[in-house]
């Protein structure tokens, strides 16, 4: 990394070639569905003159708007629960001893390796076997809806933010925390003014990835939506299997917008709240309403 | 039992921790620390002596003992409930906030009024003379100043008793030696009663009133600098304070001495008759003669083998044929001195020695 020439002749050809290459591979598709979605033509792939119909229909489009909407709530609400379980978690490995730790730790991780379909046939069956005990305990008729969904968002999303969060953890000295409970801090104080502060990009980190992978979801959301609550993702797979037509690009313009306007704004936030560490003196009072965001590469992971 | 007189600030009785089945890091220590003393626990590392002041933070507990602080029995009464303040190694300011924030924490979490805390916080710096820094964040000072905010963070709490973990390891030699004057003069201020790990004993020696040297979790010797540095109970304690030559010996009477070598030595001691001991004779304490020289008092011959300029001495290596004597002598244009290869004598006077266990 800290090579201290610059590459010359050949190898510095060689390495633009290969920058601009990466380039291209990364957003030439983006460019062509960008541009497409504004074709006047129902195929993809040819050009029909400029034309914003496709977005027309999709804001008439109640189906779309209906499966954006559940995306939406699904990805909101499994974030917060998954940031909040996630955090503990990881405070729980990280700063406590307890039984069958090791077993937790590794069990915790399992449905990041897990390949999708398999974590949504498992998910599908504990439904199942689930409403099936309610049913004949309690005489209740469950099925499968938004919830399930979330429910299932939440089971992995926990994982990623604790990952995260615990590597923000295991960089943070520990004696900030004896530091604090020395000055009189009981342990939630200490939690509060010192070690939260401490963790707030690891914690936003988490949650950018755990909203991307809820936005990003097909096969488990597949396997668990009800009817009525598709998700935008599963939507539009099923759009593509009807025929791909240039709505599809649409939707996706829109999901891309959405996202690099959440990225830029965490950013933004991040840059603000350093811009302010410079000159607020009383931190103590006002550091909860600071949004920091993860580092930048874990914002570049949520493009894609 | 505390009735009987004026508690002590810190009292340590048959206190013990354990670390699993076998690791015992401090093993059954006894250890009174008076009402305003500086007392400087002193020991190579992993003596325990971190373990030790950790102990009476609260950050560990001990497995077993008792610790008392003004009389009132810690027990596992957690760090925030003890009336004691701890300078880190390293210092532990807290990054995210400025200064003034850091040294207004303890204020704050004992719920002092907001006003109130800051300015008792901005004067806690201004006595530290860094008042004009109250706003910037810890990363913007420098290592002294840092430490000097991280007493400051711990003073304006008023301790009853304030420690110290190794609180001068990360600054260079003059800065150190400045901070040891500053640190000394705080405590004569403020009254309060300083504990303080180090391992460097000329540190201990200059700051404390009294040092506990500790080694594999047991106290040695405690005694006041002078008393450690004149009359060591062992050894290790001849050895760690100071610089010295030990050469065994076989106790005669409580007069003489006689070294590996056959030599006769007086050296007043009061160990028994017969015992394997070694006299410790410092290398300023030693005298170094030419051959044709007639000094007072005991004398053996040898031959320089090395010599090291030292500035304000000379620092001889002297082969005699059973050991090496480092003999160091302060340098005086007048006098000449003595190159490897010499013959000489080398005398010392009889208070100048020390007789230790082997």
């Given at each position: 990394?800290?090579?201290?020439?610059?590459?010359?002749?050949?190898?510095?050809?060689?390495?633009?070639?290969?920058?601009?290459?990466?380039?291209?591979?990364?957003?030439?598709?983006?460019?062509?569905?960008?541009?497409?979605?504004?074709?006047?033509?129902?195929?993809?792939?040819?050009?029909?003159?400029?034309?914003?119909?496709?977005?027309?229909?999709?804001?008439?489009?109640?189906?779309?708007?209906?499966?954006?909407?559940?995306?939406?709530?699904?990805?909101?609400?499994?974030?917060?629960?998954?940031?909040?379980?996630?955090?503990?978690?990881?405070?729980?490995?990280?700063?406590?001893?307890?039984?069958?730790?090791?077993?937790?730790?590794?069990?915790?991780?399992?449905?990041?390796?897990?390949?999708?379909?398999?974590?949504?046939?498992?998910?599908?069956?504990?439904?199942?076997?689930?409403?099936?005990?309610?049913?004949?305990?309690?005489?209740l008729t469950l099925s499968k809806?938004?919830?399930?969904?979330?429910?299932?968002?939440?089971?992995?999303?926990?994982?990623?933010?604790?990952?995260?969060?615990?590597?923000?953890?295991?960089?943070?000295?520990?004696?900030?925390?004896?530091?604090?409970?020395?000055?009189?801090?009981?342990?939630w104080k200490a939690f509060r003014f010192v070690t939260f502060p401490q963790i707030i990009p690891g914690i936003a980190g988490g949650a950018l990835l755990a909203l991307t992978l809820s936005l990003d979801d097909v096969v488990i959301a597949q396997f668990v939506s009800g009817p009525g609550s598709t998700t935008l993702p599963v939507y539009v797979f099923g759009l593509i299997r009807k025929g791909v037509s240039p709505l599809i690009n649409a939707v996706s313009v829109v999901m891309l917008v959405a996202s690099v306007l959440l990225v830029m704004l965490s950013l933004l936030a991040q840059r603000n709240s350093e811009d302010k560490d410079q000159k607020v003196n009383d931190e103590n009072e006002d550091d909860d309403q600071e949004v920091s965001s993860g580092s930048s590469s874990l914002s570049e992971m949520s493009i894609n | 039992m505390a009735e009987e007189e004026i508690a002590a600030a810190v009292e340590l009785q048959g206190l013990t921790k354990r670390f699993g089945a076998d690791v015992t890091a401090v093993d059954s220590i006894d250890l009174r620390i008076e009402d305003g003393e500086f007392f400087a626990l002193l020991g190579p590392s992993g003596c325990g002596k971190t373990t030790t002041l950790r102990m009476i933070a609260g950050l560990e507990f001990p497995t077993e003992g008792s610790l008392r602080i003004y009389g009132e029995e810690m027990g596992t009464l957690s760090p925030n409930k003890r009336p004691v303040n701890t300078v880190f190694q390293n210092y532990a300011l807290f990054p995210h906030m400025t200064v003034l924030d850091n040294v207004a924490f303890g204020l704050r979490m004992q719920k002092v009024d907001k006003a109130e805390a800051n300015k008792r916080a901005q004067e806690a710096i201004e006595m530290v003379r860094l008042g004009q820094m109250a706003k910037r964040k810890p990363n913007q000072l420098s290592g002294g100043q840092q430490q000097r905010i991280a007493l400051a963070r711990a003073l304006v709490n008023r301790p009853k008793v304030l420690l110290l973990d190794e609180p001068l390891g990360a600054l260079d030699l003059k800065l150190r030696q400045e901070m040891q004057i500053e640190l000394k003069s705080l405590q004569r201020e403020v009254g309060i009663t300083f504990v303080f790990v180090t391992h460097d004993q000329e540190e201990a020696l200059t700051l404390s009133d009294r040092i506990a040297v500790m080694h594999d979790g047991k106290f040695l010797q405690v005694a006041s600098p002078e008393n450690m540095y004149e009359r060591p109970a062992n050894r290790f304690v001849a050895d760690f304070i100071g610089q010295t030559n030990l050469l065994e010996g076989t106790v005669e009477d409580a007069e003489t001495v006689c070294l590996a070598n056959g030599a006769r030595v007086s050296v007043a001691n009061d160990k028994a008759e017969g015992a394997k001991v070694a006299v410790s004779l410092r290398p300023e304490r030693i005298n170094v003669h030419a051959l044709d020289d007639k000094p007072d008092g005991p004398s053996l011959e040898g031959v320089v083998s090395s010599v090291t300029y030292l500035g304000t001495a000379h620092s001889y290596r002297?082969?005699?044929?059973?050991?090496?004597?480092?003999?160091?002598?302060?340098?005086?244009?007048?006098?000449?001195?003595?190159?490897?290869?010499?013959s000489v004598l080398i005398s010392w006077h009889s208070d100048g020695v020390w007789v230790v266990d082997n």
């Open positions: 990394m800290s090579s201290t020439t610059d590459p010359r002749g050949f190898s510095k050809a060689f390495l633009t070639a290969n920058a601009w290459l990466v380039y291209l591979f990364f957003y030439a598709p983006i460019i062509l569905l960008v541009v497409y979605s504004f074709s006047g033509d129902k195929l993809v792939g040819r050009w029909g003159g400029f034309t914003l119909d496709w977005y027309r229909a999709f804001a008439k489009d109640d189906n779309v708007q209906g499966a954006l909407w559940v995306s939406v709530q699904v990805a909101i609400v499994s974030t917060l629960v998954s940031v909040v379980l996630g955090t503990l978690a990881a405070l729980a490995l990280e700063r406590f001893k307890f039984r069958g730790q090791k077993v937790f730790d590794a069990l915790l991780y399992l449905p990041i390796i897990i390949p999708d379909v398999t974590m949504a046939v498992m998910l599908l069956m504990f439904f199942s076997q689930f409403f099936n005990v309610i049913d004949s305990v309690l005489g809806d938004i919830s399930t969904v979330i429910i299932s968002h939440i089971a992995f999303n926990i994982s990623f933010v604790s990952i995260v969060v615990r590597a923000r953890l295991e960089g943070m000295d520990q004696r900030l925390e004896e530091a604090a409970s020395d000055l009189y801090a009981s342990r | 002297i082969a005699m044929d059973w050991m090496e004597i480092e003999v160091r002598e302060e340098n005086r244009p007048s006098r000449g001195h003595f190159n490897a290869g010499d």
